[in-house]
């Protein structure tokens, strides 16, 4: 396997393609997607899978943990979120030997304001499984990001966790994605003082790099869409 990172990125993206799991509505469904962000899209990626092709999720295991190396070396811990960041943390761990924690899934929860109305419901039960100590540093990892919200409420809820066991000096303002849409989540977390680290970004790296998988007539809506997507209200 290469160490080189951009090379990870490049065979990443076209297996992410190749196997379906970045689907158009050219190739795949004619009337696209409504993101969890509320945004529609004419494509879909669904990293979910990824657990599902070893050799791939093991790249991206591989360029994650150079990412971290390189731009996040104070963490000693990550932090997936379920359900897809927790074969994605898993992957990391395998490749840089840091120690890995996933959240539990908190069915309904959609914001902060879900998130204390769970917490309360929840009890004395721990919304995250594995061990967090005093004065680690923490990274939230997760398949892709948007707008940057489900991360902030990850957040939270890893946040809770850490008072809830009451430790200290517990830091996490690292968040690691595989994918950044970008489409907000940068300036998003710039403005909250957070740590944003995206493998690929999608407009910069991503799509250039399927040019010559994907169709002409794929690649220029893909394109044009992440350049203008006001201009893409939801088909009728």
């Given at each position: ?8 990125k490049t065979?990443?993206?076209t297996?992410?393609?190749e ?15 409504t993101?969890?962000?509320g945004?529609?899209?004419p494509f ?7 657990s599902s ?7 991206v295991?591989?360029a994650m943990?150079?990412?971290l ?9 990550v932090v ?12 990391i761990?395998?490749e840089?030997?840091l ?5 539990r899934?908190?069915v309904g ?10 917490i ?7 919304m995250?499984?594995?061990?967090i ?6 990274c939230?990892?997760?398949d ?10 990850a957040?939270a809820?890893?946040?809770?966790e ?5 430790l200290?000096?517990?830091?996490c303002?690292d ?14 977390a710039?403005?909250?003082n957070?740590?944003?680290h ?10 250039p790099n399927l ?8 690649y220029?809506l893909?394109?044009?869409?992440l350049?203008?997507p006001q201009?893409?209200?939801?088909p009728?």
């Open positions: 396997m290469p160490d080189d990172i951009e090379t990870l065979q990443i993206m297996e992410v393609y196997k379906r799991m970045l689907l158009t509505s050219i190739r795949d469904r004619q009337e696209g997607w993101l969890v962000s945004l529609w899209s879909y990626i669904q990293l979910r899978m990824l092709f070893p050799e791939t999720l093991q790249k295991g591989r943990a150079i990412l190396e390189d731009e996040a070396p104070d963490v000693n811990k997936g979120i379920a359900f897809a960041g927790v074969p994605i943390a898993t992957a761990s395998l840089s030997k120690p890995a924690c996933h959240t899934k908190l929860v959609r914001n902060e304001e879900d998130l204390q109305r769970a309360k419901e929840y009890g004395q039960h721990s995250i499984e594995g061990i100590e005093d004065s680690d540093v923490l939230i990892v997760d892709l990001v948007t707008r940057m919200e489900s991360k902030l409420v957040r809820q890893v946040l809770a850490i008072e809830r066991r009451n200290r000096n517990v830091s303002d968040i690691a994605v595989v994918v950044d849409r970008q489409q907000g989540a940068a300036e998003r710039r403005e909250l957070l740590r944003l995206s493998l690929i970004r999608l407009v910069d790296e991503g799509v040019r010559s998988v994907m169709s002409s007539e794929e220029d893909v394109s044009d869409y350049a203008n201009e893409y209200p939801p009728e």
